[in-house]
Each structure stands twice: as structure tokens, then as C-alpha cells.
């Protein structure tokens, strides 16, 4: 298990933009991948973006692509998720998670994370 502090949230308006950071920790913190994903009452978890240890893969859920990027800074052991032209249906708890040795075209799924910080509410609303 890593521990993950979540950071960045709260309320947005529609159309607006939020960054959230997620720092971690851990014996060989380089080796990680980042993931993001949301949920909202009464739905499955999804993948938002996720990003292999190195920067190499990364991610999109369709639903945000082209309004979210993410980062990392492996120098600070964080992962930035900025999002853009939020709409109402961003809203929703975010974590972060982490887990060692995922990278490719398939790994930004829940199941595959074993490693998640606390979930902060994101709401998009007017």
C-alpha cells in the first residue's frame, strides 16, 4: 500500500477549470503508476486518465479527452490532473490510485489499482 494525499476539489462552475494533485509515497516511489478515476452514487468507478511510472502511456477516459491532461513530476512524487470546460456530468468523488508495473493501452481500470487515496468531491455546477 502507498499513501496518496489527494489535493485540489470543491466546487466548479460549468465551463470552468480545476488542476487536482495526488502525492505519493512509498520504497521505490519512481515505479508507480498514477491513476484517476471518479464515481458517482450508485455507479461503477471509472477511469478518468492514468499514467504509467515514466510518462510512457497515459490514458484518456472519451469522456475527457481533449479537456484533460495529465503529469507528473516523479521529482516530487506527484501526478497532476487538470481539467477543463468542466461540465455538470464531472461531477462526482475523484481518487487517485496507485500501483507498480502497469503501463500499455489497457491499464486504467479500477481492478488493476491497489493502492487509493481518501476520494475528493469534485461538483460542477452553477
Known amino acids: 500500500q502507498v499513501p496518496l494525499v489527494e489535493s485540489g476539489g470543491g466546487l466548479v462552475q460549468p465551463g470552468g477549470s480545476l488542476r487536482r494533485s495526488c502525492t505519493y509515497s512509498g520504497y521505490t516511489t519512481a515505479n508507480y503508476a498514477i491513476g484517476w478515476f471518479r464515481q458517482v452514487p450508485g455507479k461503477e468507478r471509472d477511469g478518468v486518465s492514468c499514467?504509467?511510472?515514466?510518462?510512457?502511456?497515459?490514458r484518456y477516459a472519451d469522456s475527457v479527452k481533449g479537456r484533460a491532461t495529465i503529469s507528473r513530476d516523479n521529482a516530487k512524487n506527484t501526478v497532476h490532473l487538470q481539467m477543463n470546460s468542466l461540465r455538470p456530468e464531472d461531477t462526482a468523488v475523484y481518487y487517485c490510485?496507485?500501483?507498480?508495473?502497469?503501463?500499455?493501452?489497457?491499464?486504467?481500470?479500477?481492478?488493476?489499482?491497489?493502492?487509493w487515496g481518501q476520494g475528493t468531491q469534485v461538483t460542477v455546477s452553477s
Open positions: 490510485a496507485a500501483e507498480t508495473g502497469l503501463e500499455g493501452t489497457g491499464f486504467c481500470y479500477p481492478r488493476f489499482f491497489t493502492s
Open positions: 499514467i504509467s511510472a515514466h510518462g510512457g502511456s497515459i
